[in-house]
Structure formats: structure tokens, C-alpha cells
């Protein structure tokens, strides 16, 4: 193997390296975080209030194993794996772009579908309250559209220092709504999804082209020993 694809072979493998560093480290993070899940009335009501971790966990699962596959493949130089891993690679390169194209066409309308969630949530406050409150936790958050949607009575979800289950008035007062706050929160995110995943994408797309360098050149050196 000449120079050049010494150097593509061990780029790729430092590289997949990283990411099988990252994907042990959410592995660990999600394990923790499941580890920590409470015991709720239901199956349903356990997968919402750790969906996050559920999520964190999976996605370690997955970087862990095509970083694996690609670290193996590349330092031993198997052709076979290095094929399977530029196979994943341009895969997950095709759907990161059409998440971005899908994410930049439809911004008004994801928000639209936010609003949409948030309401359903709050119809539903009285028979099932873990996701309003989660909500309002997390965004720090009273009411659809603000602490007056609840009369005079604010839960205790509404505020960090709740008394008797309840909170004040001048703790809520300048809390925005729900509705407000999430639709914030995706107009300030929506592109640092967009340009990050650009990022993601030529990441992939890079480690994509190597793989498949290398395991033309992998290939070709079987080749001539062959002969």
C-alpha cells in the first residue's frame, strides 16, 4: 500500500476512533439516566418521562457499532467491512440531507405541529399531567398562553420553589406560556439544526469517499499478490 493510502488508512481509523470513544460515553451517560427511571403507573408514562435517555442510549448503540465496523475494517484492512461501513456512511449521509431538506422547506409548519402537541397536551392536563409538567420544567414554562390560564391556583411544575404543591403569583408572573416558549425555542434552534447537520453531513460524506478509497485499494493489493 503506498503513502497515500497509509495516510487515508490510519485517518479513517483515528477518526472512527473518536466516535467509538463517543458513542461508549453516551452509552454510559444513557445507561445512567435509565437507571434513574421511576416507577409510574405505565408503560407509556415510563417511555415519556425517559424518552430522552432512551433516545441517548440507542444513538451510543449506533455510533458505537458503524464506528467499530469501520475501525476494524480499516486497520485490518478488510475490504469487506470497509464496503459495509461506506454502505452505512452513504446512507445516513442521503437521510441527514433529506432531514435538512425537509427541515428547511417545512420550518413554519414543524412549529405549526409543535403548537399542535403542545395544545393536545394541555387538553389532556387533567387525565394525564406528567407531560405538561414535564414540559413546563423544562422550558420553565405556566400555562397554554400564560399562568392566567389557570385561574388563581398554579401547579407546582410552574415554578422552582414550590409551597404546599402550589406557586405564588410573583413566581409565575413573568413566566411565558407554553405554547410561546416552545415555538422560541424552534425558531432559536431550527438553524443550528440546519447548519450542524450540513456539517454532520460533510463529515459522513468524507468519511463515505475514504472508506471507499481504501477499500479499492485494499482490494487491488489482493489483486496483485494474487498474480
Known amino acids: 500500500m503506498d503513502c497515500g493510502g497509509v495516510l487515508v488508512k490510519y485517518v479513517l481509523f483515528i477518526f472512527n476512533i473518536l466516535f467509538v470513544i463517543c458513542g461508549i460515553l453516551l452509552i454510559v451517560f444513557g445507561s445512567l439516566m435509565v437507571s ?5 403507573s405505565s408503560l407509556d408514562q415510563t417511555f415519556t418521562a425517559n424518552s430522552v435517555a432512551i433516545i441517548i442510549l440507542v444513538l451510543g448503540c449506533v455510533i458505537f457499532l458503524v464506528s467499530f465496523i469501520g ?3 480499516a486497520i485490518r484492512e478488510n475490504a469487506c467491512g470497509l464496503t459495509v461501513y461506506s454502505i ?7 437521510c441527514q440531507i433529506a432531514l435538512i431538506v425537509y427541515v428547511w422547506i417545512n420550518h413554519v409548519q414543524i412549529r405549526q ?3 399542535q402537541v403542545v395544545q393536545t397536551i394541555w387538553n389532556q392536563r387533567k387525565t394525564d399531567s406528567l407531560l405538561l409538567d414535564t414540559l413546563q420544567k423544562s422550558l420553565k414554562c405556566c400555562g397554554l398562553y400564560k399562568f392566567s390560564d389557570y385561574g388563581t391556583v398554579y401547579p407546582a411544575s410552574c415554578c422552582d420553589s414550590p409551597s404546599n404543591g402550589t406557586c405564588s403569583l410573583t413566581s409565575v408572573l413573568f413566566k411565558p406560556g407554553c405554547k410561546s416558549a416552545v415555538d422560541s425555542l424552534w425558531d432559536t434552534n431550527a438553524n ?3 447548519y450542524a447537520g450540513l456539517g454532520v453531513t460533510a463529515v459522513e460524506l468524507v468519511a463515505f469517499i475514504f472508506a ?5 485499494q485494499v482490494r487491488n493489493t489482493e489483486r496483485r499478490q494474487n498474480f
Do not use: R, T, V
Open 71 to 73: 475501525c476494524c475494517g
Open 212 to 216: 471507499c478509497c481504501l477499500a479499492n
Open 192 to 194: 443550528i439544526i440546519k
Open 36 to 40: 434513574e427511571i421511576k416507577d409510574f
Open 88 to 94: 452505512i456512511m452513504l446512507g445516513l449521509f442521503l
Open 113 to 115: 405541529s409543535l403548537d
